[in-house]
């Protein structure tokens, strides 16, 4: 599984879920919701912890590319 953050490589994920959904509003289009679950093995860096207490703003909007190498 490879996982990157704004084009930054998150070393050793052992394990990562995705669900989307629209939460409780009326229209689904106009409140998409991405949830993630993440798990990784504890390294120095701090770009998922900044990106979780990022205040709400374009600090808190980052491009994620999540790729599985393998399907269960």
């Known amino acids: ?3 990157k953050i704004n084009g ?4 050793q994920v ?3 879920t995705v ?3 629209h939460g409780d509003s ?3 289009l106009k409140v998409p919701v991405a949830e993630m679950t993440i ?4 390294t120095e860096s ?3 912890s900044d990106w979780a207490k990022a205040k709400p703003g ?15």
């Open 39 to 42: 798990v990784t093995r504890l």
């Open 14 to 16: 052992l394990r990562a």
């Open 19 to 21: 669900k989307i959904g």
């Open 58 to 72: 374009p600090d808190r909007f980052r491009r994620v590319d999540l790729t599985f190498w393998r399907v269960r």
């Open 1 to 3: 599984m490879k996982l």
């Open 46 to 48: 701090t770009l998922l």
């Open 26 to 28: 009326r229209d689904p």
């Open 8 to 11: 930054s490589d998150i070393a």
